[in-house]
């Protein structure tokens, strides 16, 4: 399929506005304090109605204040809260919300209107029409992606392997660069076309088929192919700066760490266990826009090693974690060293990226079931291909080293979470895609909209 990418200004029409019927007349802001109960009411009224990604900013909100920032403060409208819309349609309802609470409503733009009257704005809404959308091929790859939004002046939540396709990471979650910042790489889509298992094509999003949209953004490997994706993007603040990573060497035991802050100093905490496994060298630190960290690293680039095909065969085995224990690791990476010489270049990647954006939005909105998880290890056991024995060895050790870190993190059977983009293949239906009553509603989700099984050869829910 042809791999397709354009970035969209949200083009909302003016006229779109004229469609309101009457509502409850406007009243006049007379006075310049807040009304706190036509915010809630209005709050309340209009939340069910916004799709999945616009968000109600409050004050303080780093949302409210790139909304709210003026060229000139000289009469500049203030706000009681602010909504970051994402469609036309949530422009529709914030007017019409607004106006049913008696708020006042002014559209944000660039933020550099100065004139004496927009000064009588106070404590109403503001409708902020800042967000940027792309629309995504389904064959477009991570770094392609990543890279053309950067040459755009935008970011957005992409994941780390610039060879990975772009929308496969999302349909199991999608772990990414800038996630603290603004969720998961799910909870960024907005729509998508989807051809589905009787070979029809349908669009999902958070007011069209929802129940697809939702187990789309978890395990949508199950449920059909992306031909097409919408997805929310951001204005690069600065130079993309304001985030941090530090990247740690262990030579062959530990090929890769990036842990990435949404600050820009590093939270040095996130790694005192680190410092117990005897590193190479110092943590190197750094902080700059994704291109800049991605050919920084190497590693993931289209040209780096993880960007290699088939050069020997490799067995991931999952373990979310809290806390990265030293004792845990130190005798991972002794069973790493003691494993027979064909399987040598096996390795622990442990992965950490900020949490605050994942875990601000409620984790039922999607099937992605482990908002709460830390760190991100798993063994790469890497031995020699299409040869049984070294197979079995390599799973063994590495199901080892994987009971190691989750006991290590006090996680005994049937609290374990094992991420569907790295699972092996022999965890459980709830180690992978979580609590009985998101299998239950993947399974009854399974029957309507696949129920021959057709999408079956990625950890299949069945
Ligand atoms: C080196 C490396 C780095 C990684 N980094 C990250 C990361 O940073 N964040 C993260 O979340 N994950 C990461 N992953 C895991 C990655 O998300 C999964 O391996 C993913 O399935 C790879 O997708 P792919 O399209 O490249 O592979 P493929 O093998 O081509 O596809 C994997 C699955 O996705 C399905 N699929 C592919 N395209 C579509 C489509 N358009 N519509 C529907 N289904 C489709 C395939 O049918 C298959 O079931 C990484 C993996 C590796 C090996």
């Not at 779109?16 to 009243?27: A, D, G, K, R, V």
């Not at 919300?97 to 708020?103: D, E, F, P, Q, S």
């Not at 396709?165 to 349909?171: F, H, K, V, Y």
């Not at 030579?251 to 266990?273: D, K, Y």
Request: hydrophobic share 40%.
């Amino acid at each position: 399929m042809a791999s397709t990418l354009s970035a969209l200004a949200l083009g909302l029409s003016a006229s779109i506005l004229s469609f309101l019927s009457p509502q409850t007349p406007l009243l006049p802001m007379t006075n310049t304090s807040i009304n706190n109960t036509a915010l809630s009411h209005f709050e309340t009224t209009l939340q069910p109605l916004l799709s999945p990604t616009a968000q109600i900013c409050h004050q303080n909100a780093p949302c409210f204040t790139r909304a709210s920032s003026r060229w000139s403060p000289w009469h500049a409208p203030s706000f009681g809260v602010v909504v970051a819309v994402a469609t036309p349609g949530d422009v529709a309802e914030t007017v019409k919300a607004a106006r049913g609470a008696g708020l006042g409503f002014l559209a944000i733009g660039g933020g550099h209107g100065a004139t004496r009257s927009l000064g009588k704005m106070r404590g109403g809404v503001g409708v902020w029409m800042g967000g940027r959308v792309v629309r995504v091929g389904g064959g477009v790859l991570s770094g392609a992606l990543m890279r053309f939004l950067a040459g755009r002046g935008l970011e957005g939540v992409t994941g780390v392997c610039e060879c990975t396709s772009a929308i496969a990471p999302l349909l199991g979650g999608g772990h990414g660069w800038l996630q603290g910042r603004y969720g998961l790489m799910a909870d960024n889509l907005l729509s998508a076309e989807v051809v589905i298992a009787n070979g029809s094509v349908v669009t999902v999003s958070g007011r069209e088929h929802e129940d697809l949209f939702w187990a789309l953004r978890g395990a949508g490997q199950n449920f059909g192919v992306v031909v097409r994706w919408d997805y929310r993007v951001f204005e690069m603040e600065g130079k993309g700066e304001g985030w941090s990573w530090e990247e740690w060497g262990f030579g062959a035991l530990v090929l890769h760490l990036s842990i990435l802050s949404q600050t820009p100093t590093f939270p040095t905490h996130l790694t005192t266990a680190l410092h117990s496994l005897s590193p190479l060298h110092p943590p190197q630190t750094g902080h700059g826009d994704l291109p800049a960290y991605s050919d920084f690293s190497g590693l993931m680039t289209m040209s780096g090693p993880f960007c290699t095909k088939n050069i020997s065969a490799t067995q991931r085995m999952p373990a979310s974690l809290q806390r990265l224990n030293a004792t845990a690791l130190l005798a991972a990476a002794e069973m790493l060293a003691n494993l027979p010489k064909e399987l040598q270049n096996s390795a622990l990647l442990i992965e950490a990226f900020s949490l605050e954006a994942v875990q601000a939005i409620p984790s039922a909105s999607t099937a992605y079931p482990d908002r709460q998880g830390n760190y991100l290890l798993s063994p790469f056991i890497t031995h020699p291909p299409h040869d049984a024995n070294f197979e079995e060895i390599g799973e063994v050790a590495g199901r080892r080293i994987q009971d190691i870190l989750f006991e290590g993190d006090g996680k005994g059977e049937g609290e374990r979470r094992m991420y569907v983009n790295y699972a092996h293949g022999y965890e459980t239906l709830e180690e992978v895609y979580g609590e009985g009553w998101r299998v239950e509603r993947l399974r009854g989700l399974k029957r309507r909209w696949d129920p021959e099984g057709a999408f079956g050869f990625y950890v299949p829910i069945a």
